[in-house]
């Protein structure tokens, strides 16, 4: 099975800060990678497909990167809403994994 | 518009059956894969099950492998998670989700959970 490794686990940002989370994948999944955020009591919601596609009205701040092992979500000019947590999914085949998560919290 | 709406959650006693239903619309629903996707109160995302669009592809878990069951009725666009033999392990909402391909993909659409609590 494929692990998906999401670093760090908690990360404390500022309204206006650019950050980046970084997942791995346990062997290569080329791209066939997604990120979704998630709010509290809320369902995840899909912002990038492909590793670096985004999702149909998901603001431009937000970006995806890597292929093979390595990828990176990066969320430029922070905003309120975007405090949340983002987990990685790799969809190359079954079992599909997710990432364990990361939380972005208001510093 | 999709809608995705979970239905048939509930408290079971461990050991027991329950069967979750997934009600979708607004999408071509036979043309994609569904998949259920389970979240333990506090916890991350656990992919649980996957069917194709036309229902000749299922994939599971490890963890509910021979205890879950995925079906789907295009004529009527539902899914279904039949559960057996259920365990304090299993408690959690569980997602209807909507895959980006007729298999495996990306998931663009999400119900809001229907909770499972299995305690005795």
């Known amino acids: 099975d494929i692990q998906m490794t999401q670093s760090p686990s908690t990360l404390s940002a500022s309204v206006g800060d650019r950050v980046t989370i970084s997942c791995r994948a346990s062997?290569?999944?080329?791209?066939?990678l997604a990120w979704y955020q998630q709010r509290p009591g809320e369902p995840p919601k899909l912002l990038i497909y492909r590793a670096s596609r985004l999702e149909g009205g998901v603001p431009f701040r937000f970006s995806g990167s890597g292929s093979g092992t390595e990828f990176t979500l990066t969320i430029s000019n922070l905003q309120p809403d975007d405090f949340a947590t983002y987990y990685c999914q790799h969809y190359i085949g079954s079992p599909i994994t997710f990432g364990q998560g990361t939380r972005l919290d208001i510093k | 518009q999709v809608q995705l709406v979970e239905s048939g959650g509930g408290v079971v006693q461990p050991g027991r059956s329950l069967r979750l239903s997934c009600a979708a619309s607004?999408?071509?629903?036979?043309?994609?894969?569904m998949h259920w996707v389970r979240q333990a109160p506090g916890k991350g995302l656990e992919w649980v099950a996957l069917i194709s669009d036309d229902a000749n592809d299922r994939y599971y878990a490890d963890s509910v492998k021979g205890r879950f069951t995925i079906s789907r009725d295009n004529s009527k666009s539902t899914v279904s998670l039949e559960m057996n033999g259920l365990g304090p392990e299993d408690t959690a909402l569980y997602y209807c989700?909507?895959?980006?391909?007729?298999?495996?993909?990306?998931?663009?659409?999400w119900g809001r959970g229907t909770l499972v609590i299995v305690s005795s």
């Open positions: 062997q290569s999944i080329t791209d066939w």
């Open positions: 607004g999408f071509a629903f036979s043309t994609y894969g």
């Open positions: 989700v909507k895959s980006q391909s007729v298999v495996a993909g990306s998931y663009d659409s």
